[in-house]
């Protein structure tokens, strides 16, 4: 007998199922759509948007920028952490940077149930080269 090393006989457990051979598919149940958790996030994002235009606002202002960028530049996080927090957010603010960015991650407060965040928003921006 030849042997061919291309040639491999199906295995039986390997055979597509009748159903599929004939254009039918399996039926799938899923459980009912529950929009609860789905419209809380969108909330709670709306919340992040609203404090994320607060922030960009106020790093607009050219004193304020210029203070949060030299305490960068010369690497005092708590005093970057303490700029942030003075703006008053309602939101948790996590900051960190380079020479070359910035990125505020803003996210919700945890669920008291579950001690998990829903949501975050990240604004990364260039401030140098």
Known sequence: MYYNPYHYPAAPYLQPSPAYMM???????????????????????????DQ???LLDRLGNLNFSKKL??????????????????????????????PSGVKFELSTNSDPG????????????????
């Open 23 to 49: 254009g039918g598919h399996l039926p799938r149940t899923y459980p009912p759509v529950n929009t609860e958790i789905f419209s809380k996030s969108i909330k709670s994002f709306k919340l992040l948007i």
């Open 52 to 54: 994320g235009a607060i």
């Open 69 to 98: 960028m030299n305490a960068a530049q010369q690497g005092k996080q708590a005093e970057v952490d303490h700029l942030i927090k003075s703006l008053g957010l309602k939101v948790p603010v996590k900051t960190t940077y380079s």
């Open 114 to 129: 579950t001690n998990i965040s829903c949501c975050t928003l990240n604004i990364n921006m260039k401030w140098g080269h």
